[in-house]
């Protein structure tokens, strides 16, 4: 079993999405990302801004899965995890998607999305 804790590496815990069904948390986020997106760097480091102000991220569950080393991300993929893009963020509540963002993603959707305050 996997849980957000281990292996964080700033603010995202990096998961292999063969692990994806293997999350024990009941309450997490999924972050669908690459290395080559410019505007994923973008969400990155919006992320990484808004921790300086809220410092209630680090309390969420944050898995990220870098599609560039993912052997298998393919389209099979994108329609089991119904992954619309790149970036694209998903929020689970019990392994059941409680909301997403995706394309154009702005600071002010971040913190709502994320329930900052």
Do not use: W
Not at 43 to 53: F, G, Q, S, V, Y
Not at 93 to 102: D, E, F, P, S, W
Request: charged share 35%.
């Amino acid at each position: 079993m996997v849980r957000a804790k281990q292996e964080r590496n700033g603010i995202y815990s990096y998961i292999k999405m063969s692990n994806l069904d293997n999350i024990e948390d009941d309450d997490y986020y999924v972050v669908y990302t690459s290395s080559m997106c410019g505007t994923c760097m973008r969400l990155k480091n919006d992320l990484l801004k808004i921790e300086e102000k809220h410092k209630d991220i680090n309390k969420r569950h944050i898995y990220a899965v870098d599609v560039d080393t993912e052997e298998k991300f393919n389209d099979e993929y994108m329609k089991r995890f119904d992954v619309k893009g790149i970036p694209f963020v998903v929020h689970y509540n019990k392994h059941r998607k409680k909301g997403i963002l995706y394309d154009n993603i702005q600071k002010d959707e971040i913190i709502n999305f994320f329930d900052l305050q």
